[in-house]
């Protein structure tokens, strides 16, 4: 999982893509983000826009399977994407998946131009866009003329089956949703105590409908403490963390983080299956600290 808005090129984006083909992961997903949401890069750094880039990887990958994690409702009409999603998963050969979500970083709405209304209304605006995005990407026309939004059209090329729906968010109403209309639920970093709320609520509304339960967020991880801590140290350089390595740790638990040396890590990857967590998209936010990565995934093959 890459956030390139905080100043990634398209070339860094698609050589991760093949380093994740070739090592094995399932998937290489992209934040849909037009500037950083954290604030910290530096001036005239790039943002690649996401849908651009996803051309690019699906041009310059075989068979990892791609998508954005997630495009909020308010950046694109629900049928132009549609329609971006299907050609996309046809060229591909299928391998697309579509994040989809309700927005939620103000800045970069007003920034560039898109209104930023209350959740009430950009959930008003998801339900809508969910009505036209879902047929449209199962290769059925839509009909729909609503408050926000209308579609009267096919998609074409119609995608081969359907294109692989996830929906996250972590608010009560947006997990009701995805219980009810996605293939699968997103929950951003939770704690086990916030997971198992939240997965309350989704099999009270999943009706005995097969939905996927997936999980994104970043990890720190060490063959041994000292190693950990230099990663520590390292991750809060990046992100002006005051406190170093110690504050880094405690600042990344507290979101839900996969820390600690390869048997922690394992440990609780391991919890979290359990837990009934079935996918783990592990977020990338020093690309610079690629022995880390390494290290995840050796971790993930002798370990899963």
């Known amino acids: 999982m890459l956030e390139p808005q905080g100043g990634m090129q398209v070339g860094e984006i698609i050589e991760w893509a093949k380093y994740a083909e070739k090592a094995g992961f399932g998937y290489i997903l992209r934040s849909d983000h037009l500037m950083p949401t954290g604030g910290l890069r530096e001036e005239d750094s790039p943002s690649p826009e996401c849908w651009v880039t996803l051309g690019a990887v699906a041009a310059s990958t075989k068979r990892v399977a791609f998508g954005p994690l ?3 409702v308010g950046f694109r009409n629900p049928a132009l994407l549609a329609r971006m999603a299907c050609t996309l998963h046809s060229f591909s050969e299928g391998r697309l998946v579509l994040g989809f979500g309700a927005g939620w ?42 408050k926000y939004f209308a579609a009267h059209t096919d998609c074409l090329p119609r995608p081969r089956g359907k294109v692989h729906l996830i929906i996250g968010g972590r608010t009560p109403k947006i997990v009701e949703l995805a219980a009810q209309s996605a293939d699968e639920w997103n929950i951003f970093g939770p704690t086990i105590d916030l ?13 005995g409908r097969e939905v996927q339960v997936s999980q994104m967020g970043t990890f720190l991880i060490g063959e041994n403490t000292r190693e950990l801590k230099e990663n520590a140290s390292r991750h809060a350089k990046l992100f002006g963390i005051t406190g170093g390595a110690d504050a880094a740790v405690e600042l990344l638990r507290g979101r839900g983080a996969f820390i600690g040396t390869v048997a922690d890590f394992v440990g609780q990857v391991n919890e979290r299956l359990e837990a009934g967590i079935q996918k783990f998209y592990f977020q990338i936010l020093n690309t610079q600290n690629k022995a880390m990565v390494n290290l995840l995934t050796r971790t993930l093959k002798e370990e899963f």
């Open 70 to 72: 997630v495009t909020p």
């Open 105 to 146: 970083f103000r800045d970069e709405y007003l920034a560039n131009g898109f209104e930023f209304p209350p959740f009430r209304v950009r959930f008003e605006q998801f339900l809508e866009a969910l009505k036209i995005v879902r047929p449209l990407t199962e290769g059925r026309r839509v009909d729909f003329q609503g």
């Open 195 to 207: 997971y198992e709320k939240l997965r309350r609520v989704f099999d009270s509304n999943s009706a």
